[in-house]
């Protein structure tokens, strides 16, 4: 059962290169992912969007997070199980179409 989860300001919500099999979505506040391009070795930030999913393709696959995730501001997420959320997606067929346009995205 997913579970709403407040981070402070500040808060660390997963480090770079843990393994993760949870992932959220942000509610409310502000987070921040930073990670390191790997052709230019720049540090690269991007803010979450409200509604936005983050931490997911590591989740799902099962592979180590490429970033952290960072509250910047008080923050109220959404907290799904890896496992939790393939069975929420497997219902839910406009969620299923939006995150197969994020993931085509990324390739």
Request: glycine share 8%; charged share 25%; hydrophobic share 40%.
């Amino acid at each position: 059962m997913p579970i709403e989860k407040r981070f402070r300001a500040g808060s660390v919500i997963y480090f770079d290169h843990e393994i993760g099999d949870t992932l959220y979505i942000l509610k409310a506040g502000e987070v921040e992912l930073t990670f390191t391009e790997p052709e230019t070795g720049e540090k690269l930030h991007k803010p979450v969007q409200i509604g936005e999913f983050f931490g997911l393709k590591s989740a799902i696959i099962g592979h180590t997070r490429g970033e952290v995730a960072e509250a910047i501001t008080d923050v109220v997420t959404i907290e799904f199980k890896a496992s939790e959320f393939e069975t929420y997606v497997a219902t839910n067929v406009e969620l299923m179409k939006k995150l197969l346009r994020v993931f085509s995205g990324q390739l």
